[in-house]
């Protein structure tokens, strides 16, 4: 290590291995970022970056604190602009397909590039992506640019899912670019660092399945997704005697398994894709591309907030329903693996699919006694649960801040207590919870770890992206800090309670392409 700027050689900790490069070429196109002209650091994520062991020092060399620190000159806003290659990096732009609103469409990274897969000391592998990185073979009519804001906003609500426990893809670094990107209006361009555990999506499914005559990309994507996300399922035959042991099916039942769990956790705090396309669907089961996803105020399974779901097809209460959907075109491209004559291979699909939705529904069910504090299990809880959510549809009940009231009943009085029948619902949860083991302390000590206090609400984030747009970064920090410890009631956060106030334009989203 020499201590001059100019020569350090000390590693930043990358360590690529770039496993998808192995897979067809039809799966890829090899691309290296497009250089912006004046890169600079906005956000860095410190404890992101140390967890998947990178040196930050050797990153930001001389440099104590990077967060908003604006660093011209350093090496990590050279890799994560997009302008220098971080040593072992492969970059490509992933090709893949998808249904967007129902409509099938030949898709790829349009302005997203791979530049590898990245093994953390322990051995976990991650795939690093730059979000706005430039033109690749799939940008269609697209600048293969990001906007300041949309790329911050992905930051903000995929940390606070983070947080929150939810499974997702998360943010290591936003860098503005010093371009303009022209939108409806001119916006300020930035790039986004996305760590995932893979961005294999429904929609490489579809993409294997739309160019394949004999299905060696199907099998190629669905072995490479075996050995790296299910490995235990690797090991099953295609075609066993009985079908019973085959691991494509497996897979899809892996699938299957873990999308029912990761929508439950959504319908839990609240949250709403916005977006749920199939290319938009990962098939890890993290929560990926945040677009207008949002965090819900007042509880109505209705809810929408992008500006381009005029149907209402991704709304709050739908999500499970088209996960489903989502999931029946991951099962139909995986039919000519599932058995060699069709229609034995679409009963075996049906049959998987015909679980999701009890699997979703124990998943929801299971989250749902946690948030009313309840561990065991009674005939009537879900009756008790859904009469809760009625009450607060029905009297417009901020959906964060009833369930954060009820866990802390003890100390505060209860806003809602008022209504007949919220008084009536609250004497039958009393009732319920006296009939397990556990006592009153110990219910209370699970609903606060399982409802959040600190939700990353609408008028919140819009404020702190207002602010970073202008220069002014302070707000963003401290939501961050805010958000990264959403079971803390920290009387320094009090803001960060309340919900958006009363307007007469309901609150949207937009994509912010
Ligand atoms: P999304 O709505 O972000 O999931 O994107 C849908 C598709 O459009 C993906 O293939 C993206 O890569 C592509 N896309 C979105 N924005 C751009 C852009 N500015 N330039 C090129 N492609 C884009
Ligand atoms: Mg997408």
Redesign the pocket.
Known sequence: MKDSKENITFSAGWKFDNSYTQLPSAFFTKQKPTPVSAPSMVIFNHALATSLGLNVEALFADSENVVFAGNQDLSGTEVFSGNQLPEGAEPLAQAYA?HQFGHFNM?GDGRAILLGEHITPSGVRFDIQLKGAGETAYSRRGDGRAALGAMLREYIISEAMHALGVPTTRSLAVVATGEPVYRTSVLQGAVLTRVAASHIRVGTFQFAASIDDDSAALIALADYTLNRHFSKLASGKPFDQTYANNKYLALLEAVIDRQAELIARWMQIGFIHG?M?T??MSICGET??Y?PCAFMDSYDPATVFSSIDQQGRYAFGNQAPIAEWNLVRFAETLLPLLHPEQTSAITIAQTALQTFSVKFRQYWLKGMRAKLGLYTEEANDALLIDGLLNCMEKHDLDYTNTFRALSTEANIKIPMLDFPDFIVWHSLWRKRLLIQDQNLATSVNLMLFTNPAIIARNHLVESALSAAEAGDFSVLEKLLEALSKPFNDNPKYADYLLPAPLSNTPYKTYCGT
């Open positions: 998808g898709l977006v396309n290319d938009n990926i591309d677009g």
